[in-house]
């Protein structure tokens, strides 16, 4: 499982969109809503769209790797299905904001976790001013959080600077193949040697 | 410091030169040894060749990374020039033996270790026969010897398996790109976030 993360305004979803476009056998982990879709939007696409009743059994059940409430809607990462395809051999990405990914990470040690960096404090000023026409406060909040989220990257174990998407997405393909080379994620073909050589 | 190691008949040595070929920014680490040149061995290039007085000197001032008497020749990984070559911020490849690996490990816990296995034990005794006419037992006891190395790879970080030397090169410069984004090693990156937050 591959978690990408980064400060709001940092590009994530334009990373996940290109890296799943050249990794098309990875499985993108959508996350669980309350919320009405957006004209347009299909379950089991952007979200899976569920009611309130059905999230509360979920999290009854344990089944969200991480949740949150913003803005009187529930959001959940379903564990559960996440489960489903790591457990039939599928690479999982998951694309997640700061604070769910730390949860996640508690909970999922052996996960890979990349934290994406804007390529300068000015570059990400620009980028939060250019995604609307806020007041210089609220700019300067969202500015002063994003800077908060992105001291919380040292917790992570990669870090990728997201200068151009092309050079991020071949940073991240080249960290998932490292991973692939881990000794422990390969004990299989030592002990493969071990049986071999006594027989 | 990158050092590529696994039992002998894996194949380091075509995979070394090939990464050399395709990071010729790396510094490639030689041994000294006290052996005389063979002809067309330079100096400086396979290895450094020193005097047994030099030799003993070195080893006194603690100036080896590893070392080794092989029929009553000397070897050495000076550890100075590799220092010299990171400080200055050059990469550093070092090609070694199972034993002398581990030996570095100790000594150098932040360089990346890579093992190589050769793609199955048949492959590797064939690779271990074509090397010369040796008879069955001295073949055997080969044969037995790097299997007991293999056992010894599960110390590694990475083990890459040796099918072809194009794919292992691959692998290991993928590996080289994902130690780059280590989050430790690039923690400049977040306290240039923080001043320039601060400022």
């Known amino acids: 499982m591959t978690v990408i993360s980064g400060a709001s305004g940092t590009g994530k979803g334009t990373v996940c969109k290109k890296l799943l476009a050249e990794l098309p056998q990875m499985f993108y982990s959508i996350s669980a ?23 509360k059994t979920w999290l009854a059940e344990e089944k969200f790797l991480e949740h949150a409430e ?10 559960h299905i996440i489960e489903e ?10 694309e997640i904001d700061v604070q769910g990914a730390l949860n996640v990470m508690k909970k999922c040690p052996d996960g890979v976790y990349i934290f994406l960096l804007p390529p300068s404090l000015n570059e ?20 002063d959080s994003a800077t908060a989220e992105i001291a919380v ?23 998932l193949t490292a991973e692939r080379c881990k000794v422990e994620r390969n004990l299989a073909d030592f002990e493969h040697f071990e049986n071999s050589a006594t027989n």
Do not use: H, M, W
């Not at 913003?70 to 564990?79: D, E, K, Q, S």
């Not at 990257?153 to 960290?175: E, F, L, P, R, S």
């Open 33 to 55: 809503t309350t919320r009405k879709p957006r004209p347009g939007e299909v379950d089991g696409k952007e979200y899976f769209f569920i009611t309130v009743e059905k999230f």
């Open 70 to 79: 913003v803005y009187g809607n529930f959001y959940g990462t379903p564990a």
């Open 85 to 94: 395809k790591r457990n039939s051999g599928v690479d999982v990405l998951l």
């Open 124 to 143: 990400l000023c620009n980028r939060i001013k250019n995604r609307g026409t806020e007041s210089p406060e609220v700019l300067q909040r969202r500015i």
């Open 153 to 175: 990257g040292k917790n992570y174990q990669y870090v990728v600077v997201n200068d151009t998407v092309d050079a991020a997405v071949d940073k991240i393909k080249a960290i």
